[in-house]
């Protein structure tokens, strides 16, 4: 799974240069390391399985290495370093002293600030949407514009290799900004957001140039004609903006408050950056119910009940902001944009009632679009390896073949649309609605002859928003035929697959609605239902999107949204019910697909199978570097160099404790403040945190945000004299770390480790006269891999409990 | 807050036998006892603490007594002892065992069964809202047909007389099987199952006695004309059918399977009673979407990505149940059970462009339910302790006063419709619409003459839905004057609150919507806004919800279904972010008012800021009781009648340890069945698992349902021979109990024991050479009130650390 990742990094062919890997904590250092757990400790435990599973043969479970998985990790197409998020409250003196400190006006001031983040990423997001869509429909409508044009004095060469050379430009300007820029914005962004919402931080995930990019990249991307949405991109946009706002402020341009350091850590930045995803989705689709539905099911891993009326706040400023500027785009301020662009399918209301035909109908298209869904899955896994290494090859080789995707999309929808005989208008129809000709509208004219429109132009030679408007359309049974339908079905689930893992922002939502709802007109005229086709339309998006992507509410409240038809609930709900049962009995949702394959350590809702038949001391590896709680400033340094560590126990030792016991967790950042604060002694002394709170302000431990710089240990610049002197480590320390007994089940140290949202957890022996703290589990020690890694042999028990994670 | 409760059980006054109630573990038996955690050990600490906070001046806390928190809690009006759920994986040598003999079969079972009961839930909750539906407009249709027949014929103290006898007949009966069968049915029911899905569980709470006496008194209440609804108590019969399907079979009447117990733990029942609950919302207002979010926002307080999907399955069953039979009674197959009855306000899409003084008069709107609803709240709490005292006289007087609140809405309904003059029909409504006669419908005759409508009767003189669907009516602004308005509004308000707390299943949501509907009409009317005065119904409704409530994004998406107008979204979204938020600054929302009057000790979502002063061992209070892994059986046995705690720490001590270590965990019901297995022996030697599996069967050990009858200890019958035998523990001790070190701060324990939804949580010594265990809190351990009481002086404290709970 990680090959890409870790030959990339091999071989050295990262596109930007990346950091020394720092492992959250003990990871094996240079030496090999032998299995370490006391081997007394291990040799009672399992004699006491043996016993007191009744004499059970159980094999003997042999620890094989050391934790080698990879700490790097892909974003977009940008192989980058990957941490772990912190959620868990430090509670050491600087902690306690600060919020002692804190007065009711700092406490009101920091509510203020929190619902004021949300607003503004609500409103920012909004903006943007506003902007990406506007945008789009100018530079689409134009291209369309000067193409039909050009057909209409019947240059019909010279309007396709217009057409042509217009998408290629397009495609190839995203994909240099987005090659040399920022390759963190290649891709949906989704499973990157899904990631950072786990607790996987990679600084380029939510990074600033990363926005910018996301942004133009994605309006190029779109209007290149390529077989892609711009509702993934907008999530990852509304991640950057809640993670650029939720900075907390600049210290370097002196745009920051004391008090803003309250917000300065994970848990704040993760709601505010959820409230963005959520509002992003709102502003994709007008859906605000769906985009708080789709951060509560697709996003987050995490949820509290205040969360959601923050993130509702959050998309009704976003779904008001972009109303307003739509009523005020009305009047025509807008340039090519019109009523349309921004996704709203106003399709009328129809008498829904339904025979057992037509039900009958629903549940095939069900089962259809699982199997669809679940093999577009496949595809896209596969298609996604294969690009990775092209993408691996270096900026130009992602241009090129960006362009020649494109290439490949003009042909297909230009020569397509040709080979597509002209038809006939109906007669009903006011001659003003067919044929159309120019940006957007249903029966388009493309070459055909007066009275006469094209049913594949009207499909194809669109913007992806109209064409699934057109195909959402009511009371236009006899406009696509069946051959029409079935080209372009094959024409844009094929498009789709090949043009997701170009290095261009690109969403799966708008080919995975486009495939569905021609599929699902497909399955209603074949089965010759009496229902509209239009709305066998929505029903085949509703069954596809729940074949790739696996979300149900979401999807339900999101096309409810869309298409302002509440009777197509029961309809909408049976058939995403019927095809994501059969699509998860094939593979995983294409978001958790992408998140694996890119080498981001997840954190499952479920522990493992695996890690049933283990203990935690079981994947302990490495042996535990510790500090005593006061420790020569050298040894202090020396240890931070040599390793990478994140987090490291502190023991209480002889002068402070009659014997050795576990004080806390100290963090590697605030190590580095604290040695900088210099409040060094010559003998080894508490010298309590009031002498702490005399160099440093509480805010220098703050967490730093994405944008910034945390400090490094190479910086200190101690001198030598300095370096022989101790420091107390106690003002630092968290004295209430989680700990875990060595002999817990790992999957109750898992169920403990994720829904706390932990970085570090220490275990703690259970026998008395050890050390006080035998090692610490990180997020990589729960990755199945490796422990399946560890013990081949668990395998084998494995099945026994997969019935837990349903 | 629990004088109530334990006033009631001081006097023996409890309708039902009270069992003595058992608390969850160490609280303090007969004798009192000191503050136990060693001294050693907190001198050091606060020594630490004293010293880290830069020589800060601290109070000593001084531990003032121990838990006598009231282990018995009010449920609708039944009092009754309480015990805690437990979400914890019991990973003992059973439950090992137990798994590795799954087979696959079994897993596929399982899972099977887990669907298959998510089904058959949302089934019969559609059954059981349709019948509750057609029952009432039936019962109170004919109820209103009989009275129009008399006032037809001028016979208006007749039928003044009947109408009051007949809701006086029909009150006195729900009342009487009320009191008199299962008062645990009285009120709403929504604060019981908020408290179930907390892990707060009492036997009657979802009993089957009270599911039948929820249904059938839900339906006499509406029949009866009281200002209540149906809907809180649909929730709580979803609940409790959930519940009875989850019981995993009866074994008294051979209904069960053996792979069934696989479901027979608190966790999957549940997932399986927010199903229920879920559906309960969905068959009382047609809303599937917003049942999910109900479960989701309101009622649940765990949540995972998973339950989404399932809890979405089972209303999507339900409403499509509901709406098949609706279909079936359009016919006219119900009796009078027309189009109606069940909520579905099909308003009619309003255009809504929206002017700036339209959204002055929301947020003006939105401000004044924000206040009201505050005001409701407090009123309901004064209100139902006063009503608690009449309660607890017995059933005769719980009658007594419900048929008097019954006469009093009576002359209200009756006697205000009387005063208000009658209006002559607007002329452009065609003969049959105005005036109608009879059980529902617009512009009611009452006893108007011909041509002539009573505006008050339209509204008081109908079934709730119906008042409902008038007020939210568009195209009728000049329908209701702001008289009229005013004087519903206040009748309303005033009547639901002294309504809800009469012993009738009583739902809030309609007094609420009806108040809001009819204030929202009044603000529109007297604004003079250019918007219909319906939509201002709407919005009103709404203000007042998320005034009393608090619940904001399923409230918007419930009235999105129930009125089908999306273009509504952003002005109901507004007016709860303004109502809500205005409410907020005075009290909670009216469900956690009553929960915490009925003294359910419910885990809130953030510690309470006292405890971020202590520490674990603080809290602590009563010496631990422990056994051996090798136990005397007289020893267990005396020590399970003596006490009444459900988890006892399991010590390993010589000989099968070289020093006394923490073994594990092993609950009393467990222990009951090992003994009653008899697996006993002359010396203290270890058994093993296969010796206990030989004897028992691993259903034996899984956990009775909720109608189920656990063995007592009492029941045993042990001779004396066997009170001298040993008992080896070792196979049903969890292995892998949660624990945390004394010094861990209080704050991050309850995290811990909230977000793992834990019963029991060991607490071990930080320093060697002490006990293994110090002790085990529980759920009442981090109520507030009883630490508050403990540590008086910890208050000051507390206003610094409220900023965490937002």
């Known amino acids: 799974h990680r090959s890409m990742a870790m030959a990339k990094r091999e071989k050295g062919l990262a596109v930007r240069p990346v950091p020394a890997p720092v492992p959250e904590a003990p990871t094996p250092s240079a030496t090999p390391v032998s299995a370490t757990a006391p081997t007394s400790a291990r040799s ?176 190029l991307g779109v209007s290149a004609g390529f077989m892609l949405g711009k509702e993934g991109p907008m999530v990852h946009t509304g991640a950057c903006i809640a993670a650029m706002l939720g900075q907390g402020g600049s210290r370097r341009y002196g745009l920051t408050w004391n008090w803003i350091r309250y917000f300065k850590n994970d848990l704040d930045r993760r709601d505010l950056i959820t409230c963005g995803a959520a509002a992003g989705v709102t502003a994709a689709f007008r859906a605000p119910v769906g985009g708080v539905l789709f951060a509560l099911e697709e996003a987050t891993t995490w949820w509290r009940s205040a969360l959601l009326w923050r993130t509702f706040s959050t998309t009704a400023v976003s779904a008001i902001v972009l109303r307003s500027l739509i009523e005020y785009c009305r009047s025509g301020n807008c340039g090519l944009f019109g009523k349309g662009g921004l996704i709203m399918f106003d399709v009328s209301s129809r008498v829904t009632t339904y025979t057992a035909t037509d039900i009958a109908a629903v549940i095939l298209l069900g089962i259809l679009g699982g199997l669809l869904g679940a093999l577009f899955n496949h595809f896209v896994d596969r298609i996604l390896r294969r690009y990775g290494v092209i993408n691996e090859k270096g900026a130009p080789y992602k241009i090129l073949m960006t362009v020649f995707i494109s290439l490949v999309t003009s042909c297909c929808s230009f020569g397509l649309s040709s080979l597509s005989p002209c038809v006939p208008c109906p007669p009903e129809l006011a001659p003003g609605k067919c044929p159309t000709i120019g940006r957007n509208g249903n029966y388009k004219k493309f070459w055909c002859p007066a009275g006469h429109y094209n049913a594949l132009a009207s499909l194809f030679f669109n913007t992806n928003d109209d064409a699934i408007r057109n195909l959402f359309s009511g009371g236009t049974d006899s406009e696509f035929g069946v051959y029409t339908l079935l080209t372009f079905f094959i024409g844009v689930y094929t498009l789709g697959l090949i043009t997701y893992g170009v290095a261009v922002p690109s969403g799966l939502f708008i080919p995975v609605i486009l495939s569905g709802a021609s599929f699902g007109r497909l399955v209603g005229k074949v089965f010759g239902s009496g229902l509209d086709t239009g709305l066998f339309a929505i029903v085949g998006a509703a069954s596809f999107l729940g074949g790739t992507m696996r979300m149900t509410v979401s999807v339900c409240v999101i096309l409810l949204e869309l298409t302002n038809d509440l009777l197509l609930l029961p309809l909408i709900m049976l058939v995403l019910l019927v095809s994501k049962t059969v699509a998860d009995c094939f593979n995983k949702g294409v978001y958790e697909q992408i998140v694996r394959m890119k080498g981001l350590p997840f954190l499952e809702v479920h522990a493992d199978a695996c890690m049933r038949s283990l203990v935690a001391s079981d994947v302990l590896s490495g042996p535990v570097i510790t500090f005593s709680s006061v420790e020569r400033v050298g040894s202090v340094v020396n240890t931070l160099r040599r390793t990478g560590h994140n987090g490291f126990p502190v023991i209480e030792e002889e002068p402070f404790a009659p014997a050795p016991e576990l004080c806390g967790l100290v963090l590697r950042s605030h190590l580095i403040v604290l040695l900088n604060g210099r409040t060094f002694t010559r003998a080894p002394v508490k010298t309590g945190a009031a002498e702490v709170f005399r160099k440093l302000n509480p805010f220098d431990f703050a967490k730093v945000g994405s944008s910034g710089k945390a400090m490094e240990v190479d910086e200190l610049r101690l001198t030598e004299e300095e370096m022989d002197m101790y420091v107390d480590l106690h003002p630092i320390t968290n004295r209430s770390p989680y700990t875990v007994v060595e002999n817990m089940s790992l999957a109750k140290a898992a169920v403990l480790f994720r829904d706390l949202g932990l970085r570090h957890m220490c275990v703690v022996p259970r026998t008395p006269g050890r050390p006080p703290v035998l090692g610490i589990l990180t997020r990589h020690d729960f990755m199945p891999e490796y422990i399946r890694g560890l013990f081949e042999n668990v395998l084998r028990f494995s099945f026994f409990c997969t019935y837990l994670s349903i």
């Open 44 to 219: 009672v435990k399992w004699g006491d399985l043996e016993d007191a599973a009744g004499g059970l043969e159980r094999p003997l479970l042999r620890q094989r290495g050391s934790n080698t998985t990879s700490q790097m990790a892909v974003v977009g197409t940008n192989v980058c370093p990957i941490e772990s998020l912190d959620y868990e409250i430090v509670e050491n003196d600087v902690y306690k002293q600060d919020w002692r400190s804190r007065g009711r006006i700092q406490i009101f001031q920091y509510q203020v600030l929190k619902w004021l983040m949300a607003l503004l990423v609500g409103s920012f997001v909004g903006l943007v949407g506003f902007f990406n869509n506007i945008a789009v429909e100018n530079i689409a409508g134009y291209k369309l514009l000067l193409t039909s044009n050009l057909m209409r004095q019947n240059r019909n060469l010279e309007a396709f290799l217009l057409y042509m050379a217009c998408n290629a430009v397009l495609a190839g300007s995203a994909a240099a900004i987005c090659a040399y820029l920022a390759p963190a914005a290649a891709g949906s962004g989704i499973p990157e957001v899904k990631a950072y919402l786990n607790g996987v931080d990679a600084h380029s995930i939510l990074a600033p140039s990363t926005l910018f990019v996301k942004i133009i990249g994605s309006i």
